[in-house]
């Protein structure tokens, strides 16, 4: 059984900076993509950001520029850092493994999570 254990939420004001952990005992989870998901009240689960096994990077339109994904492979660890936050950033963060990510010139990018999943972090941002 894949555990995936997320940390680092917490409150920040509107402009501040935060960075979310993912951390595994499983080193195998090094060969998968592995992203971030979020979910607001009352809104539906949303895409964030994702890094595939070769480290390649996509990000959702709402985060990119702002926030950065990358992985320590030697922690077994991915990492969200999160820059010029904003109150709509408020969510339950949520890590994912073997999710798959879709990137095209007319849809932008879109993922389909994996079957593996963080217990989640929340994040709130104040104004």
């Known amino acids: 059984q894949v555990q995936l254990v997320d940390s680092g939420g917490g409150l920040v004001q509107a402009g501040g900076s935060l960075r979310l952990s993912c951390a595994t005992s499983?080193?195998?989870?090094?060969?998968?993509?592995m992203g971030w998901f979020r979910q607001a009240p009352g809104k539906d689960r949303e895409f964030v950001a994702s890094i595939s096994w070769s480290t390649k990077t996509y990000y959702s339109n709402s985060v990119k520029g702002r926030f950065t994904i990358s992985r320590d492979k030697s922690k077994n660890t991915v990492y969200l850092q999160m820059n010029s936050l904003k109150p709509e950033d408020t969510a339950v963060y949520y890590c994912n493994a073997d999710l798959t990510t879709i990137s095209s010139e007319k849809d932008g990018v879109r993922a389909v999570p994996g079957d593996f999943w963080g217990q989640g972090t929340q994040v709130t941002v104040s104004s």
């Open positions: 499983d080193p195998t989870l090094n060969d998968y993509a």
